[in-house]
């Protein structure tokens, strides 16, 4: 069975971002950048199933600037096999993503694509539920256990309520919640190994997709501001405090 | 051309997410009907109709959407879509799970977790763990969004009488299907909607120490929060979770407990109204966001807490 691990290149998510004076974009310039954590989880799990003998190969693509090289080494360090990276100076969105997916999975005929949920910059949770109705597959979203069988998964995916069981037919997109596992540090041979693994480069037009976005972000601005918060010195202040407002 | 509303529901009552996604469709559209897959769903189609606003509810009964999968729930609702150009469902992970597939299918850029309409084309919502709030405007005439759903206000129920129609369920894709649900019973009130949340972070240091938490919710009628650290760690179940990728709320009253104030625990939390905060830490990133700030050991603070809202609310009804 082959596996597709898409992967996305994000400001460190303990980074914190600034906007830009005027309001027009977020400035990411020279902030520290790493691997999607959700990503960084689908990838870990591609690779014990390597490791299991369930996956041959573990391929992963990532989309963006030329330096998403970088994110796709550090899947190659992890055990990934083989990648692709879809070049573009162009913010891509959901959308536009689903369908360079959708392209690459109809050149590679992988059996599941696993993949992080969100991606922690913009948030949308979109991508891979867009990619599995593109592809007319079943979606398994948020899981945080997965079974892998003849031409089934089950699925076990965190839900407001609580867990719910799946069980999907393959092919299938499933994106990854935090719990599913703990990824790996790439070892130091592991990393130089990744040096020597193939990248291919191509670009959306390559894919036939036009990656113009749909969505214009117009004004970025900070969230509005608490009141700098108050010390109390004693439990009983603090009810005191919680009586006088009303809220007990 | 009106509005489409996914309702949310467990073929008994409708979810509150629903009225607030309600609330956000009104101030698009004049015109909203909601969309009630189930099975045996009557009494939440009949609710849905007496939501204020609510033009027309239709409703599709099936075996199969019973606990719905995604895929099943698509072909229905494209089925439908062509009177619409809005299609909302709320941003919990119902709407979170559907609606990206109804919108790739409809080739459509969709706009998650809205906190703000604007116009009908422009919206408001958060990136990067709440830290930064954008504008978006799209270039697609029609527009599908997952809506924030403490942003909006309830709509009222039990005031309307809209029409019910019927609309006959497309059959089972066959790609995926439901199993079970795990779900965490509980008397207490809902983590998303209550008006006092308790939550408690990994410095409460265990399971059994959680209890603590859960007695503190009792005495003040509260739901109770985690932070992600105390759910990985086994102490509270991930429905517990509040941030960035777990619930968002915004109660009357929030008391953090051993939670240090991460970006992203804040990203879940941080519009509740009144922010308490019990760490041990003066540092600890929580107080800057806390009204109210106890610089204390939980251990001790939090059962001295507990007696003392005891002992006012004894004095009240005996007053
Ligand atoms: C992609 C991603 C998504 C995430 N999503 C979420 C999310 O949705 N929700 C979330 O919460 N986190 C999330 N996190 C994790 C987040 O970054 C933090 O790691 C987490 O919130 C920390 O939890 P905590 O505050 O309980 O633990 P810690 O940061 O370890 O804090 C424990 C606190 O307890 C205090 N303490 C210890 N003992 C005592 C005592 N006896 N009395 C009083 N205080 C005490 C300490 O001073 C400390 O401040 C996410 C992280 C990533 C990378």
């Known amino acids: ?248 | 051309m009106p509005a489409l509303v996914i309702a949310q529901h467990d073929n008994r009552r409708l979810d509150p997410a629903t009225l607030a996604t309600v609330t956000a469709a009104r101030v698009l559209d004049s015109a909203v009907d909601v969309l009630v897959a189930g099975h045996g769903a009557r009494a939440v189609a009949e609710e849905a109709a007496s939501v204020e606003g609510v033009r027309r509810v239709l409703s599709s009964e099936a075996e199969h959407f019973a606990n719905p999968v995604a895929e099943d729930l698509t072909e229905l609702v494209l089925q439908v879509a062509d009177g619409f150009d809005a299609i909302l469902a709320p941003s919990t992970t119902f709407g979170r799970n559907l609606l990206p597939r109804v919108a790739a299918r409809l080739d459509v850029a969709q706009i998650s977790d809205v906190v703000e309409v604007l116009a009908p084309d422009t919206f408001k919502r958060y990136i990067y763990a709440g830290n930064v709030l954008c504008t978006v405007r799209t270039k697609d005439s029609r527009r599908v969004l997952t809506v924030r759903t403490t942003a909006f206000e309830k709509a009222a129920t039990g005031v309307g009488s809209a029409a019910i129609e019927e609309v006959p369920a497309p059959p089972r894709t066959g790609l995926a299907r439901f199993v079970r649900r795990e779900v965490h019973r509980s008397e207490r009130p809902d983590l998303t909607t209550a008006r006092i949340v308790v939550s408690g972070g990994r410095g409460v240091g265990s399971k059994e120490n959680f209890q603590l938490v859960e007695r503190l919710a009792d005495v003040l009628g509260a739901a109770i929060g985690a932070s992600r650290a105390a759910v990985d760690a086994g102490f509270a179940p991930n429905d517990w979770q509040v941030g960035q990728t777990g619930k968002i709320v915004a109660p009357e009253l929030y008391i953090a407990i051993g939670i240090s104030g991460a970006i992203q625990h804040l990203a879940g939390m941080k519009d509740s109204k009144i922010i308490v905060a019990i760490n041990k830490d003066p540092e600890a990133p929580i107080f800057e966001v806390a009204d109210c700030g106890l610089v204390a050991d939980l251990f001790k603070a939090v059962p001295e807490l507990i007696e003392e809202i005891e002992r006012v609310k004894r004095e009240r009804s005996a007053a």
């Open chain 1, 1 to 248: 069975m082959k596996v597709l691990v898409p992967v996305k290149r994000v400001v460190d998510p303990y980074v914190r971002v600034r906007i830009r004076a005027d309001g027009s974009g977020v400035d990411i310039a020279n902030l520290k950048m790493a691997m999607n954590p959700f990503d960084e989880i689908a990838v870990e799990e591609a690779v014990r199933w390597k490791e299991r003998g369930i996956a041959e190969e573990v391929v992963t693509v990532s989309i963006g600037e030329p330096k998403v090289v970088e994110t796709l080494r550090t899947a190659l360090a992890m055990g990934a096999d083989r990648a692709i990276a879809v070049q573009t100076e162009v913010a891509v969105q959901p959308l536009e993503v689903a369908k360079m997916l959708r392209a690459i999975v109809e050149r590679e005929q992988p059996r599941v694509v696993i993949m992080g949920k969100q991606a922690v910059d913009d948030d949308s949770n979109q991508t891979g539920q867009m990619l599995a109705a593109l592809l007319g597959w079943a979606q398994a979203t948020f899981a945080s256990r997965i079974d892998l069988s003849d031409g089934e998964a089950e699925v076990a995916r965190e839900v407001d309520e609580g867990i719910e069981v799946v069980r999907v037919k393959l092919p299938a997109v499933i994106t990854v919640d935090l719990r599913l596992n703990e990824p790996r540090y790439a070892s130091l041979p592991n990393i130089m190994k990744a040096k020597r693994k193939p990248v291919e480069t191509l670009t959306p037009a390559d894919l036939g997709v036009d990656p113009t976005p749909r969505l214009e972000y117009i004004r970025f601005e900070e969230p509005p501001k608490r009141q700098a918060g108050r010390k109390v010195e004693s439990v009983r202040e603090l009810v005191e405090e919680l009586v006088k407002r009303g809220v007990i």
